[in-house]
């Protein structure tokens, strides 16, 4: 059933804007109030910004749009004064460990830091903010919000798991990405490396309960195809949640980001629409335009094509990428055919039905022995609780 449209309370002259989550959706949306001249109260749960993050390195994408992502975050008056590195070309593999160099000139992505450390995005955009006057309270987690408010506070479940190591290392910059259901089911295996350091990841979809078997597989893959050597590594791990809400207002308030389940459905690049969502919820506040008008009108065919996509990844297995990556690796321009992939052509529009019944499946994980579910991933645990 469709839900009908729900209006953002907006915020009076004087009043204060009450913010949950200091990760990027609600930062930028601090950002912009603030900058409107509207006072603005953060309340971050944990002690530190992206304190799930913690020198995690992460690619802000660059594929999704035409519009490069660093001159729109300036133009949305964002800080872009982070550490970053332009992911112009890379390596990817296929199961049977054959490489595909893919390189363009306009970057793929662009590599950050994430968490609390100096350089990375959160530490830019929290710097922002309080410089913009908003106030930045710590380990005060919310449980309701009084007058407008947005809500911005992550992930609410595990539909994806990115699980390995992040480390120090002597290696060169680059990025390496493997695609083979035995290190990352569904997914795909990662390696990135900016400043001598380092993150390595097995990105799955399903079967969660074995995450540790894919780490161990995806380490030893990287490797050997890699050169992947790392210094003292500090395991590292976090969950992704992905939904295609038909709203995204609760009570009058928006909910932003990834507590909205904006995300790449296909890959679980979730940065820019954190960020955009923030700056869509502010301009709902300040009474310039309906917050779900502006999330659908911007990203919300986009997100549709991402789950069909992911429907299709899910069911191509091995040989499946094998066959996209040699069409990828061939494309004159890899970029521009990666962009194409978003866009809700005729026969991904007819294929929605088909994608959503899949996704809903999968967020069901069959794999998992609810038996005697000991994970920490598992939705099952979750229903129990
Ligand atoms: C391992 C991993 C790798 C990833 N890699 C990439 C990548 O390469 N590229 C990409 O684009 N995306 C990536 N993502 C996804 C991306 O990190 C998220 O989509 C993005 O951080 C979402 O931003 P957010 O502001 O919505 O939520 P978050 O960044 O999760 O911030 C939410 C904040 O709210 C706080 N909070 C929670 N509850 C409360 C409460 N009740 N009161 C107050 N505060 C609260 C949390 O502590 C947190 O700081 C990755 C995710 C993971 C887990």
């Known amino acids: 059933m469709r839900q009908k449209q729900q209006q953002v309370r907006q915020v009076k002259p004087g009043e204060k804007v009450t913010i949950a989550g200091a990760g990027p959706a609600g930062l930028s949306a601090a950002i912009l109030l603030a900058r409107a001249g509207v006072r603005v109260e953060v309340h971050e749960a944990k002690k530190e910004v992206g304190f799930r993050f913690q020198q995690d390195l992460q690619g802000l994408e660059n594929w999704t749009s035409r519009e490069d992502i660093l001159d729109w975050m300036h133009e949305q008056g964002l800080a872009t004064d982070f550490n970053k590195l332009a992911g112009c070309e890379g390596t990817v593999f296929d199961y049977r460990e054959q490489a595909y160099h893919v390189s363009s000139q306009r970057p793929f992505f662009y590599m950050v830091e994430r968490g609390p450390g100096e350089g990375s995005l959160d530490t830019a955009l929290l710097q922002q903010a309080i410089e913009l006057g908003v106030e930045v309270i710590f380990n005060s987690r919310l449980s309701q919000i009084d007058g407008p408010g947005i809500l911005a506070i992550g992930p609410r479940a595990a539909d994806a798991i990115a699980v390995g ?209 000991g994970c920490v991933w598992c939705r099952c645990g979750e229903t129990e609780a």
């Open 165 to 373: 190591y992040h480390f120090k290392t002597d290696m060169a910059d680059g990025f390496w990405v493997i695609c083979d259901n035995q290190l990352a089911p569904e997914g795909y295996a990662y390696l990135l490396v900016m400043n001598g350091k380092g993150t390595v990841k097995s990105c799955m979809f399903t079967d969660f309960k074995h995450e540790q078997r894919y780490v161990e597989r995806t380490v030893a893959a990287f490797e050997k195809l890699a050169g992947l050597q790392m210094i003292e590594p500090v395991p590292h791990g976090g969950a992704g949640n992905f939904v295609l809400p038909s709203v995204a207002v609760h009570g009058s308030r928006p909910l932003i980001g990834e507590q909205a389940g904006f995300q790449d459905t296909l890959w679980g690049f979730g940065m820019r629409y954190a960020m955009a969502s923030g700056i869509f919820a502010a301009r709902s506040l300040l009474g310039e335009v309906e917050y779900d008008e502006l999330w659908k009108k911007a990203f919300h065919d986009q997100m549709q094509a991402g789950l069909v996509n992911r429907a299709l990844y899910a069911r191509m297995g091995n040989r499946g990428y094998r066959w996209v990556l040699k069409k990828l690796a061939q494309s004159q321009d890899p970029l521009q055919a990666l962009q194409r992939h978003y866009q809700l052509n005729g026969w991904r529009r007819l294929l929605i039905p088909w994608a959503r019944r899949h996704f809903q499946t999968k967020r069901r994980d069959r794999s998992c022995n609810h038996v005697d579910c």
